[in-house]
């Protein structure tokens, strides 16, 4: 599909969660959209760096990671880019099927995020929605990393 569409610039097979904005592409795979100031600020992770396919010239378009910082941060970062840059890409629609997303005691997860990104405690929950929808439309908006 790449090679029949030369303007996408992504194909992802794997999310923790289906993307927002999707519209029915084909062979079972769907269009991503991008929605600046809709209410999901999931759009963020039109990007996302969980399995895919990217064209060799992603880097020349949008930019490469950056280096020394937090896994979270630098993956944010790139969404941003991407979004930017107007990239394009398509999602695997039956995404929990091809890959099973687990760490074992062997190969535990070396990502730690502070307790307030994690709390259930509704006024923390309700203050972190909001600053998210704020700051992730403000940086699509205004914000220069890449």
């Not at 997860?109 to 923390?124: D, E, P, Y």
């Amino acid at each position: 599909m790449m090679n029949e569409e030369n303007q996408l610039d992504v194909v992802r097979f794997y999310a923790y969660r289906a993307y927002p904005y999707l519209k029915a592409f084909k062979k079972g795979f769907s269009e991503m959209l991008i929605k600046p100031w809709y209410a999901n600020y999931g759009k963020i992770y039109y990007y996302s760096d969980h399995p895919h396919l990217r064209r060799s010239s992603f880097f020349t378009k949008f930019g490469r990671y950056a280096e020394g910082l937090k896994g979270d941060r630098t993956e944010y970062r790139m969404c941003v880019s991407f979004i930017q840059h107007k990239g394009k890409g398509l999602f695997y629609n039956d995404f929990k099927t091809l890959f099973i997303q687990e760490n074992s005691a062997a190969e535990p997860s070396t990502m730690t995020r502070k307790n307030l990104t994690t709390s259930k405690n509704a006024f923390i929950t309700f203050a972190r929605h909001g600053y998210r929808q704020l700051r992730y439309n403000f940086d699509i908006q205004f914000a220069r990393f890449n």
